[in-house]
């Protein structure tokens, strides 16, 4: 069994047993029209070729203060005790009723929604810290507006786990393009990877 844990600045949001899993993600982002920090989201589903899939959210929530944390951790084992289990969108969300939209693309509107956005911070800074001995810090550029840093995991290669970090702005995001890499490494069994980010 691996089990990845996922904590805020010391306290566990999740912990998620990957066995039955297909997918499982963990996504700290933000931006600077945002008055928090970041925002955390943890999530993942089964996708069988013969049978319905199950999307799940274990943790999703806004990261206020000056220098959230977040630790990523990989192990072999845990407690069953201490294994959480995600809520599917229906669970998570019971009082939305179901939109029934499967077109993501912004329409003009949403574009311009989200270019006219205010800024309400003025920057923001990132540092990156594996147990494997990696210690990266810095701020946005001044093209960027947006952070976002993931731990992907898959049964492909059930003992590790691919971490990405990057920045981008606005036209990137509505292009779909990519950013600027700030990171790209493994997490295998045993390590952790610890995100933190700020004004």
């Known amino acids: 069994m691996a089990v990845m844990n996922i904590a ?12 039955r899993l297909d997918m499982f993600a963990v996504h ?3 931006d600077l029209t945002s008055a928090d920090a970041a925002c955390l989201s943890c999530h993942g589903g089964t996708y069988p070729d013969d049978g319905p899939s ?7 929530q806004a990261l206020p203060g000056r220098t959230p944390m977040v630790t990523v951790t990989f192990t072999d084992s845990a407690p069953a005790a201490q294994l959480t ?5 229906a669970e998570m969300f019971p009082d939305e009723p179901h939109s029934g939209r499967t077109d993501f693309t912004p329409t003009p509107a949403e574009e311009a929604e989200l270019r006219n956005r205010p800024r309400v911070r003025a920057g923001f800074s990132w540092a990156l810290r594996t147990s494997g001995g990696d210690d990266l810090a810095g701020r946005n550029g001044s093209d960027d507006d947006s952070f976002a840093f993931s731990v992907l995991w898959t049964p ?11 920045t981008t702005n606005i036209d990137n995001v509505l292009r779909r393009a990519g950013g600027t890499e700030l990171y790209n490494g493994m997490l ?4 952790s990877v610890t995100f933190r980010c700020g004004d």
């Open 8 to 19: 805020v600045d010391g306290a566990t949001v999740a912990a998620v047993d990957l066995a």
């Open 28 to 30: 700290l982002y933000g």
């Open 54 to 60: 199950t999307f799940r959210i274990w943790a999703e």
């Open 85 to 89: 289990q995600g809520k599917t969108i």
């Open 156 to 166: 492909d290669y059930p003992t590790q786990a691919r971490v990405n970090g990057s």
């Open 188 to 191: 295998h069994v045993g390590d």
